[in-house]
């Protein structure tokens, strides 16, 4: 394989999908390119003679260059390949498949696709949206993919358009994946990426991570996004290498993966690595068999004490980078060593170059801090169909990322905050203002400001601030459900604060920056001790997972430090000391024990009406001693 890669690399850059896929079809046409846990591999020339049939049935549906289509698909192997053969011939829009009815209503309006590719048979609610603003769905068969046979397409509908884009492959200068950003002050944008800023970015990740044939990704990022689509798939693919797509990050079945597939890297956020490091001590066999080369971390700040962590229980280099989606992923990284890593630091220049701009458009001198600013191959050339944005993110040839930070003499760039507004809550992204309009859809909400508060394990979470219409009555828990029915859970406040008035500036505009420090006194929840046996062991439970010397009944889990993946362990416990399922999204609505403790509660009385009692009997007999090992228990 090495005598491959060497063949490969002596060959100039792809600047298309098509030739990034037609060259290792051509130099190794039997080395594997996709994999899934306990799925055949998908060879190069197979990969190949999928898209290249691919692109015949979209141009016979009537789908070229210049048209989009989006995707609504779950994380694996069918999104990797339905990527890769419609932005070979059409601009791929791929969507989150957990989004809400109103948010797909929302993108695809604002996409206006061709067509929506959706798994065959799944009930998405992007099918009712789809069919509501009559766009096509074309569905795909994932049997399909193990021969590449028949593109695994077919039209739904039955239509068959009027080809208005071009036939055939697309080109270095098509837009081959649109993608959402979000905004500060206005809706999110929308960023084309074009085939050369692609090829041209997963180009920059393979050479800073010096992958070749020999290396296989192991992928548990999702593929809705930038940091996926590009550093796991395309720079494993425009290497000759091969990508293990799972079905999306599960920290209990990554040792698993590890094991069984044997990769070289895997990329992930840091709340990922974290779910990783907490389950490590219990998987020693599994890592210490694994040939990994190093491991990646990238689209939120890595803590130091985290790097270290993770270099000691993996024994191989932790690599840090930094991008975003207007430069199609990486745009700063720490090399590999020999070379220098600098914990804190986001890196060196890995593709485009790098510079610190003041506010009157001026490049500083090292050391000094400002803007971080981008250009080169992998930078998109503008949002598309918006002109004010535009003109506020480019000035004299430079991309402003709107980050701050500094460059040191030895060229490592160092983030010191963010100007935008933008909230990165572990790595998702969230325009503030969309959050804002999901509240102010309540009727007893008179004004709503979304903001950021600093939380231990995902840098930022997420609170609102709001204003009751005159003579209305809410509360905290009947907003936060009103805002699950619209937004993502991810996009949903783990706070919800009522307050007189919201702050506003000397123009008169709502205050968001800065409301952390203003209303910080309104986000202290006051203690209240356990009301009963079952608050009480909840509260315990919250105490142990999060690290805490005291939990009450009032105290928000996420609020504390939870996230997500922790909230894992909360449900696990219940499931085994109370008896009861309960899914993970439970622990998001109701958040602290004595919601959380309604719900176990009603659980019980649903599955047998005698047995509440007897398992609060159960809790309370328990000695200091036992109660100890129970909460220490994983």
């Known amino acids: 394989m090495a005598g491959l890669a060497a063949s490969a690399e002596a060959r100039p850059e792809a600047s298309c999908l098509e030739g990034l896929l037609r060259r290792h079809a051509e130099v190794a046409p039997e080395a594997g390119a996709i994999l899934a846990p306990g799925r055949p591999a998908l060879d190069y020339a197979t990969l190949y003679r999928y898209v290249s049939q691919a692109v015949e049935t979209l141009n016979d549906l009537g789908i070229g260059r210049g048209d989009r289509v989006a995707l609504v698909l779950p994380n694996g192997p069918e999104m990797a390949v339905a990527f890769l053969a419609v932005s070979a011939c059409a601009a791929s829009a791929p969507l989150n498949p957990g989004y809400r009815e109103s948010e797909l209503d929302f993108y695809l309006s604002d996409l206006e696709p061709r067509a929506l590719v959706l798994r065959a048979g799944d009930d998405s609610p992007a099918r009712d949206v789809a069919r509501a603003r009559r766009i096509p769905v074309v569905e795909l068969a994932p049997p399909a993919l193990a021969a590449g046979a028949a593109a695994g397409l077919s039209d739904l509908d039955g239509r068959r358009g009027r080809l208005r884009g071009r036939r055939g492959f697309a080109g270095p200068g098509d837009v081959a994946l649109v993608l959402h950003t979000s905004g500060t002050t206005s809706r999110p944008k929308i960023v084309p990426l074009t085939h050369a800023n692609l090829c041209a970015s997963a180009a920059n990740v393979a050479r800073t991570l010096s992958l070749d044939a020999r290396d296989r990704c192991l992928n548990v990022m999702p593929l809705f996004h930038i940091h996926g689509l590009v550093a796991a798939v395309l720079a494993s693919l425009g290497a000759g290498g091969s990508v293990v797509?799972?079905?999306?990050?599960?920290?209990?079945?990554?040792?698993?993966?590890?094991?069984?597939?044997?990769?070289?890297?895997?990329?992930?956020?840091?709340?990922?690595?974290?779910?990783?490091?907490?389950?490590?001590?219990?998987?020693?066999?599994?890592?210490?068999?694994?040939?990994?080369?190093?491991?990646?971390?990238?689209?939120?700040?890595?803590?130091?004490?985290?790097?270290?962590?993770?270099?000691?229980?993996?024994?191989?280099?932790?690599?840090?980078?930094y991008g975003m989606t207007e430069a199609a992923h990486q745009m700063a990284s720490n090399p590999l060593p020999p070379r220098p890593r600098k914990p804190g630091s986001v890196g060196l220049a890995a593709g485009p170059e790098l510079a610190i701009m003041d506010e009157?458009?001026?490049?500083?001198?090292?050391?000094s801090i400002g803007e971080v600013v981008i250009r080169g191959a992998n930078v998109t050339a503008g949002y598309e169909r918006n002109p004010e944005a535009n003109a506020g993110a480019f000035c004299r040839g430079w991309f402003r990322t709107g980050d701050q930070g500094r460059i040191d003499?030895?060229?490592?760039?160092?983030?010191?905050?963010?100007?935008?507004?933008?909230?990165?809550?572990?790595?998702?992204?969230?325009?503030?203002?969309?959050?804002?309009?999901?509240?102010?859809?309540?009727?007893?909400?008179?004004?709503?400001?979304?903001?950021?508060?600093?939380?231990?394990?995902?840098?930022?979470?997420?609170?609102?601030?709001?204003?009751?219409?005159?003579?209305?009555?809410?509360?905290?828990?009947e907003l936060r459900a009103h805002a699950f029915e619209r937004l993502a859970g991810f996009k949903v406040p783990s706070r919800v604060v009522i307050v007189g008035a919201i702050p506003k500036g000397p123009t008169g505009k709502l205050q968001r920056i800065g409301l952390h420090e203003?209303?910080?006194?309104?986000?202290?929840?006051?203690?209240?001790?356990?009301?009963?046996?079952?608050?009480?062991?909840?509260?315990?439970?919250?105490a142990e997972v999060l690290g805490q010397t005291r939990v009450g009944a009032l105290d928000d889990f996420f609020a504390l430090g939870g996230d997500s993946l922790l909230a894992t362990r909360i449900v696990s416990r219940i499931r085994r000391e109370c008896h009861v399922e309960l899914p993970i999204e439970t622990v998001f609505r109701r958040s602290t024990p004595r919601e959380l403790a309604r719900e176990v509660a009603e659980a019980i009385l649903a599955g047998d009406p005698?047995?509440?009692?007897?398992?609060?009997?159960?809790?309370?007999?328990?000695?200091?001693?036992?109660?100890q090992r129970l909460l220490k228990d994983a």
């Open 245 to 321: 797509c799972t079905p999306g990050f599960d920290p209990e079945a990554f040792f698993e993966w590890i094991a069984g597939q044997r990769p070289s890297w895997f990329t992930a956020v840091p709340t990922m690595h974290q779910a990783i490091l907490a389950r490590a001590a219990a998987h020693r066999d599994e890592i210490g068999g694994a040939p990994l080369r190093f491991i990646r971390s990238s689209s939120a700040s890595l803590p130091p004490s985290m790097m270290a962590e993770l270099e000691r229980v993996f024994r191989v280099p932790v690599i840090e980078s």
């Open 360 to 367: 009157a458009g001026e490049l500083l001198p090292t050391g």
């Open 518 to 542: 203003k209303l910080e006194a309104a986000l202290q929840t006051r203690y209240e001790a356990p009301g009963n046996e079952l608050e009480a062991l909840l509260a315990g439970f919250y």
């Open 610 to 627: 005698d047995s509440l009692e007897g398992v609060l009997a159960e809790i309370e007999s328990l000695t200091d001693a036992e109660a």
């Open 409 to 477: 003499s030895e060229g490592y760039l160092f983030l010191t905050g963010r100007l935008k507004e933008m909230i990165n809550r572990g790595g998702e992204k969230i325009a503030p203002r969309e959050v804002d309009e999901a509240f102010l859809a309540h009727p007893a909400i008179a004004q709503a400001v979304a903001f950021a508060v600093p939380h231990p394990t995902l840098g930022e979470d997420l609170a609102v601030a709001v204003v009751l219409a005159p003579g209305a009555e809410t509360d905290g828990r």
